[in-house]
């Protein structure tokens, strides 16, 4: 075919080059994704951009986004604004956010390295969370997305941490540390992204400029938390020891019980708050944390003191 003509497919081919089924082709165009295709005689003609419109949505639902956003951003662009930009823009959010590679890992090797005896519940949920991931037609062997991640849990556990309690410290961590993703985002969002975002979807240019600040800024992220962590883990981790350095060690728990008469009006309230069942335990639990908090209060205090003290002298 010359060069000049433009390609011309029917629906079977354009399935074929595109890697859609034709049932798919035709659903998209019933949800206005696709435009409609020529019409010649009994025939219908598709072009080149019937094509490229299939692989840009291909291309966004593998990038998670569902097919009504999908409508949402062609239509957008379909006004006279490119997708290009846009796509990079994606692009660089959901890219990988580390420099870390992922490797591969057998079931034996994994045995080897937490203690030589196999534990098919802590590998179900080693999958579960995503430190391993199956490898379609590889039964005895797993990818592994973050090596560090694992090989924390292997040292934890030659420290002689159960794995199950690995597996609930990372749970722990990754609710908060999805916190703080999301207030970054939402910090960064409002005072760097929202004058692209004030007036719809941006423009082509808007977006590549957009990418490149995402460029920028996804190291401050994980710079912050560096630091932060550092400095909390010097904080607590000498508080920790100087408690447990005590002449008379760690504070031993006491086996006498007292009983204590709370006003009714407290007691009230608590059991509107967490019903009957559960008010005495909601007063423990309280109780433990309030003295909890004092003595935490009171170690920075004398913390604070002592390096005031030394600091005079």
């Given amino acids: 075919m010359p060069e000049d003509v433009a390609a011309e497919y029917r629906i079977e081919d354009l399935a074929h080059h595109s890697g859609a089924t034709v049932r798919t082709i035709r659903a998209y165009q019933d949800r206005g994704l696709l435009p409609r295709p020529e019409r010649r005689g009994r025939s219908n003609v598709y072009g080149p951009a019937h094509l490229d419109r299939l692989h840009q949505i291909a291309d966004l639902l593998d990038r998670g986004y569902t097919l009504a956003s999908i409508k949402e951003l062609l239509d957008a662009w379909d006004t006279g604004r490119g997708l290009g ?35 098919e519940d802590a590998l179900a949920e080693a999958v579960a ?62 005072h760097v992204f929202a004058r692209f975002l004030e007036n719809g979807p941006p423009t082509d240019s808007d977006a590549t400029e957009a990418a490149a600040l ?27 020891l100087r408690q447990h350095l005590l002449a008379d060690g760690p504070p031993k728990a ?16 608590v059991r509107r708050l967490v019903g009957p069942d559960d008010a005495a335990a909601f007063v423990h639990a309280a109780t433990e944390r309030e003295l909890h908090n004092r003595a935490l209060d009171a170690m920075t205090s004398n913390h604070a003191r002592s390096w005031h003290v030394d600091q005079i002298d």
Avoid: K, N, Y
Wanted: glycine share 8%; net charge negative; aromatic share 4%.
């Fill in 254 to 269: 006491e086996e006498e019980r007292t009983t204590v008469t709370l006003p009714a009006g407290t007691m009230r309230a």
């Fill in 85 to 119: 930009g846009v796509l990079g823009l994606v692009a660089e959010v959901q890219g990988p956010w580390t420099d870390e590679e992922g490797a591969r890992i057998s079931r034996a090797e994994l045995e080897r390295r937490f203690g030589g005896a196999p534990d």
């Fill in 129 to 190: 969370l995503g430190v391993l991931e199956p490898i379609p037609g590889e039964e005895d062997e797993f990818l592994v997305p973050s090596p560090q991640e694992l090989s924390v849990a292997v040292e934890l556990h030659a420290a002689g941490v159960p794995l199950s309690a690995i597996s609930g410290h990372l749970r722990e961590v990754r609710q908060q540390v999805e916190h703080i993703a999301s207030r970054f985002l939402e910090f960064t969002t409002e």
């Fill in 214 to 240: 995402v460029r920028r800024l996804r190291p401050l992220a994980q710079q912050t938390i560096d630091a932060e962590l550092a400095r909390a883990m010097r904080l607590f981790a000498t508080l920790h």
